[in-house]
């Protein structure tokens, strides 16, 4: 009989399988050992870097600034007298020299824009300037909120935060979505940011600017101290290889950034920490783009070729108050695991209070809630669903969601807007009735938009006035939101001709033709669902037929190109306080099917076009405000809600705050024990 | 197997191709944001040009074949010292109506023939192929932006001049609605515009093609060893399959499966031995002690199972089993805990003494829950089976003989009833072993673990037209390979079967 497969055969084969997996375990948990080993090498490596930089800065003299020599000065004169003490803080390795580093601790919140240094600034070296041109001092940036002198303030701790959706790669510039932007922001800076609380552009790794009254150049003096989290100096040199080799290089993947940024004619190196832009023409924004690109380490990027950089998904060094853990090429970070940034400890201005930021994509809502109950994670983006929901839950169970919780919700200069975007020109070759202002001004008059957020959104958000709306400076306060007036909307669309003429509930014109338009919206959400339905009721009695056609979010596109709707739902959301008008509002943009796909024409083109050469900002805001009156007089757009954002945030931590610009991670900490 | 396969490629391929939106949708939805209309132009036709998107779906086809096929045809592709695939430029694609500016397209003049110094090093001639490299990128893309500028150009020129419906749906200029008005009218306000537009492109053109031929003269240098194994020299190659780029994440396909295989592969492969575990023994008691209320009860509950929903299961795991407010015992998120990284790889104790769980065990703790929603729903199509299956052989003559000849009821049962009732189980296996790589977008979706099945609908959402055609590929010969394994299977299992 042939030998069958029996039970010793079925042992001897386990008891093999068995030896097998278990001599692979021990030579993964020996590899382990090693990786770890070799981390801790490289750790002490750059340890020994530091300390041996910090030996020869000693050696060469230190930096101190006026508020410690004082200190210095005054308990040496206490002991030996006043002359001594004099030519002590002249001489020396010792050298003083007037530091803005000072104003780190105390008074920062009174400082709050770029003219404050003007006073200081006759002590500054100014043999990098072009003579004449007035030279644009900029406070060291730091943080908004100053959490050293608080009694509980600690160093350490680690921050972990639940994004919805995996950021693709954690590339400056290469990763595009917001999550992997916000991460990159950590890690790279810029010449110049946003002031979180006002909102003004002012110097990141830019110590000083001058930028041509005519606004054809921009002359840049980078930060003496910026050097990257290897210790390398920041130099002019490495801005300009990120513009010339990174960003504009054709061969990388960057055509999104670049595109925008063709008004930049070229970089130049002055010397060493300074560079100057020059401008293909003056523009507005101009200033704001050459500031806003990042300085990326060209002794480290250099190494890698083109398709390297392209398909790479964690190689993001910068000179940030974070950097990646490691940056080895050939194990980077991968979409998947969590993307953990540790402190750069030779950060060369304030040093971030968290040891680490660990990011974590958690990507259905209810677990992402659940995974903050459990603290598995610190913060989260709940759904205004949620952000209703749980205070009330905890109230049930006898607790207060605020013990543990900051429940932050608020408007900043990402915050978008949805708005209903009429038909202004012509579909198919006919108008539709929203080419009538009056008929535009009747929709937003008999869209009850207040109970739309409570109803639709849980009563959380604002009713938007206009594209810009406050906190931001474009945005005129003075704008308030039309009402709802279902008695004013009728008496509008009479004067626009559209009477009930047959008496059968439905508006008609003086042709008969009945008043009937389709909404378009996007299929598959209930929000946009509810939206339709609130349109469709509200139009019913005003006597509008609207019919909803709900469609695809793929072909949105193609219907916005070729202008094809009556009136149809998005969402705008910006990236900077300012957005430059003319993309979506210009009647450039209805040519070539650009953005203004409403096809508005209201004699805008005379505002915005002044706006986008103004280089003076008050008189750039007035006109801001302009613009938005005539949008309020217009409305092209009926502006239905400004989305605020929400979070919840562990009160493990402390000096949380919502600024105009968005969060400050960098200056979160977890206080002593 | 091969048509098969290339059947089910083409098929998913022209499919995604036909939907709204068509190959590439999410690029084109992702340029539409707040640029202007030439600068969203410019990246588009950047982008287009890049992963060669204005090409008839049937060639973007047929080029993909061509890359992932093993013989290669023509110039053999080169190989970098840093691994990359070089190969060969493809052409520049004339712009519309061209032929209104120019009489005939720009050829490239004055190219001498190239070849490397007998002395230069492999520095040297990367060098040389870089600049070479380089200069052709300049003068591609500064052709394109010059294309673009030129095809807004002649938008603006046919919105005045009153062509009807210049540009279709994607947004690319109808050349038939242009022929149909004829050339433009020199009179007319924008026809400065629009010629000047145009010579610059017809310019940078001329300039794209002599980098190109240079590029191609620098590339026949050799500067890099070549690819693969020649078959006949010169014109049929083997090589290495390409599955190119994915052009909505910009990385290799092949990493992409490579990041989010192993995941799907860890999850399946705890899933499955415990459904196997756990039905097949049940299956054969309930056959045993068939109408016994072990049978019933086990079959009421497996069946209850299988009828539950999967979005329901996993919501309710994480609100139970996973929430500090109720049970709290499984984490809710992530595949590994947040100390993974300094963790051993095997339980241990620390230094004061406490245990450790190590990587391999928090790994598992955390894989519990989507596990567990993977596992539950199959046990009753397999108890069901085994349990059916062997209450045939249990009627079978061989048994009773068996059973006369007293051999024990335990023999029986598991010597003969069991042997003879595999038949049936392995064609469950080569049904659920094609789920085992394909993932379940549901609870990885739910349990964000970023496997197959994300991947899968991430390609197909966005029209990915690489990672679809990649993960079809892969799934559908995952497919055939099971049906195949089964046919051998079924032989070694019955002496009966043979494949004469």
């Given at each position: 009989m042939q030998n069958r497969f029996g039970l010793k055969d079925f042992i001897l084969l386990f008891v093999m399988i068995l030896t097998l997996a278990s001599i692979w375990m021990a030579m993964a948990q020996d590899d382990r050992r090693w990786k770890q080993n070799s981390e801790i090498l490289s750790k002490l490596a750059s340890l020994e870097q530091q300390g041996a930089r910090l030996d020869q800065q000693l050696r060469a003299g230190v930096e101190l600034s006026p508020k410690s020599i004082d200190k210095l000065s005054s308990s040496i004169s206490n002991a030996i007298g006043n002359t001594l003490s004099e030519t002590i803080a002249k001489a020396g390795p010792i050298v003083v020299t007037q530091n803005d580093n000072d104003q780190g601790s105390k008074n920062t919140s009174e400082h709050t824009g770029a003219n404050d240094t003007n006073t200081t600034s006759d002590s500054h070296d100014t043999s990098w300037a072009r003579p004449g041109v007035p030279i644009e001092w900029q406070p060291k940036y730091t943080f908004a909120t100053d959490p050293r002198n608080e009694p509980d303030f600690a160093y350490g701790g680690e921050l972990t935060e639940a994004y919805?959706?995996?950021?693709?790669?954690?590339?400056?510039?290469?990763?595009?979505?917001v999550y992997s932007t916000r991460i990159v922001d950590q890690v790279c800076e810029t010449l110049g940011d946003y002031d979180p609380k006002t909102l003004k552009m002012r110097g990141l790794l830019a110590q000083a600017w001058q930028y041509d009254p005519n606004g054809m150049w921009l002359r840049v003096k980078i930060r003496d101290e910026a050097r990257f989290s290897d210790g390398q100096p920041v130099t002019a040199e490495d801005v300009k290889w990120t513009l010339d080799e990174y960003i504009n290089n054709p061969e990388m993947e960057t055509e999104a950034l670049r595109s925008l940024l063709t008004q930049i004619k070229d970089a130049q190196v002055i010397s060493d920490k300074v560079i100057e832009f020059h401008f293909t023409e003056p523009g507005a924004y101009n200033l704001r783009n050459a500031l806003g690109i990042y300085a990326l380490p060209k002794h480290f990027y250099s190494k890698f070729t083109t398709t390297e950089l392209n398909k790479a998904t964690g190689l993001v060094m910068g000179s940030g108050p974070f950097k990646l853990k490691s940056l080895d090429p050939d194990h980077q970070w991968t979409p998947g695991e969590d993307a953990v940034l540790v402190r750069n400890e030779l950060y060369w201005g304030d040093r971030s209070p968290l040891a680490s930021l660990r990011y974590r994509t958690i990507t259905s809502d209810q677990a992402r809630l659940v995974a903050y109950e459990n603290k598995e994670v610190d913060m989260i983006g709940p759904t205004s669903p949620q952000f209703i929901e749980v205070p009330k839950r905890y109230k049930e169970q006898g607790k207060d969601i605020h013990d543990t919780t900051y429940t932050l919700k608020w408007v900043n200069m990402k915050s978008g807007y949805s708005f209903i975007g009429w038909q202004c020109g012509k579909r198919n070759g006919k108008y539709t009735p929203f080419h009538d202002k009056r008929v535009r001004q009747a929709m937003t008059y008999l869209l009850d938009r207040q109970r739309m957020i409570d109803d639709i959104w849980g009563g959380i958000g604002e009713v938007a006035v206009g594209p810009n709306n406050p906190p931001k400076p474009t945005a005129d306060p003075t704008i308030k939101p039309y009402p709802y007036d279902l008695a004013k909307a009728k008496k509008l669309l009479a004067e626009a001709g559209w009477i009930d003429r047959d008496g059968d509930g439905i508006l008609e014109n003086e042709e008969g033709d009945e008043f009937e338009f389709e909404f378009t919206r996007s299929s598959g959400s209930q929000i946009s669902e509810r939206i339709g339905k609130f349109v469709v009721d509200s139009c019913a009695k005003a006597g509008i037929r609207c019919i909803q056609r709900p469609v695809d979010w793929s072909i949105y596109d193609q219907i916005l190109k070729g202008r094809d709707f009556d009136a149809l739902i998005m969402g705008w959301s910006p990236g900077s306080p300012e957005s430059d008008p003319t993309q979506i509002w210009s009647t450039k943009s209805i040519q070539n099917q650009g953005n203004n796909f409403i096809q508005w024409d209201a004699g805008q083109d005379a505002i915005i076009d002044k706006i986008v050469v103004e280089l003076d900002e008050a008189k750039r805001m007035e006109l801001f405000h302009q613009f938005a009156r005539l949008i309020h007089e217009e409305q092209p757009y009926t502006f239905i809600r400004v989305s605020p954002w929400l979070r919840y945030i562990s009160k493990d931590f402390k000096n949380v705050h919502p600024y105009p610009k968005s969060l400050?991670?960098?200056e979160f900490y977890m206080p002593a024990q | 197997m091969l048509p098969t396969l290339l059947g089910i490629t083409f098929l998913v391929f022209m499919l995604i191709a036909m939907s709204?939106?068509?190959?590439g949708a999410s690029l084109r939805r992702s340029g539409g944001g707040q640029m202007s209309a030439t600068n969203a132009a410019i990246r588009q036709m950047y982008l287009e040009d890049r992963y060669g998107l204005d090409d008839p779906p049937v060639m973007q086809y047929f080029r993909w074949l061509g890359r992932i096929s093993p013989l290669k045809f023509g110039q053999r592709d080169q190989i970098t010292p840093k691994n990359e695939r070089i190969s060969l430029p493809r052409h520049i694609k004339a712009p519309v109506l061209w032929d209104w500016f120019t009489d005939s397209p720009p050829v490239a003049q004055d190219i001498e023939p190239f070849s490397f110094k007998p002395d230069a090093t492999a520095e040297d001639k990367a060098a040389i192929y870089r600049k070479a490299k380089e200069d052709y990128a300049k003068a591609r893309s500064a052709f394109l932006t010059a294309r673009a500028i030129y095809e807004q150009a002649l938008g603006t020129y046919a919105e005045h001049a009153g062509?009807?419906?210049?540009?279709?749906g994607k947004g690319k200029l109808r050349e038939k609605a242009f022929r149909a008005v004829g050339k433009p009218d020199p009179s007319s306000p924008d026809y400065a515009a629009l010629h000047d537009a145009a010579q610059a492109m017809l310019d940078a053109w001329q300039h794209a093609e002599n980098a190109r031929a240079r590029f191609i003269e620098v590339f026949k240098a050799k500067p890099f060893p070549e690819a693969g194994i020649p078959i006949?020299?010169?014109m049929i190659s083997l090589a290495m399959p390409d599955f190119g780029v994915s052009f909505t994440k910009s990385r290799p396909v092949v990493e992409l499966i490579k990041d989010a295989l192993p995941v799907t592969l860890l999850l399946n492969l705890v899933a499955f031995p415990v459904i196997y575990f756990i039905s097949i023994p049940v299956g054969m008691l309930s056959a045993v002690k068939r109408g016994s209320s072990f049978d019933s009860i086990s079959g009421v509950v497996f069946i209850a199972l299988w009828s539950f929903p999967t979005v329901l299961a996993g919501v309710l795991a994480i609100g139970f089993l996973a929430s500090n407010q109720y049970?709290?015992?499984?984490?809710?998120?992530?595949?590994?805990?947040?100390l993974a990284d300094t963790m051993t790889w095997l339980p241990t104790h620390d230094a004061q003494g406490h245990w450790q769980p190590g990587y391999v065990l928090d790994t598992l703790w955390h894989i519990c829950l989507p596990v567990l929603c993977l596992v539950y729903g199959g046990f009753a199509v397999l108890s069901k089976q085994t349990r059916a299956a062997m209450l045939d052989n249990f009627n079978a003559d061989y048994v009773r003989t068996a059973k006369a000849k007293g051999v024990p009821e335990k023999d029986i049962i598991l010597r003969h009833v069991f042997r003879n009732s595999l038949l049936p189980l392995i064609t469950m296996f080569v049904t659920l072993f094609p789920a085992l790589l394909s993932g379940s977008v549901i609870i990885e979706s739910i349990f964000s673990v970023p496997g197959m099945g994300h991947l899968a609908i991430d390609a197909i959402n966005n029209r990915d037209r690489e990672l679809v055609l990649a993960t079809t590929l892969m799934i559908g010969a995952v497919n055939l390979l099971a049906l195949l394994l089964a046919d051998i299977l079924y032989a070694m299992a019955d002496p009966r079967i043979t494949y004469e």
């Open positions: 919805n959706a995996q950021p693709s790669k954690l590339m400056p510039v290469l990763g595009e979505d400050e991670q960098r | 709204p939106g068509g190959i062509i009807n419906k210049p540009r279709n006949v020299p010169g049970l709290g015992w499984f984490p809710v998120s992530g595949l590994h805990d947040k």
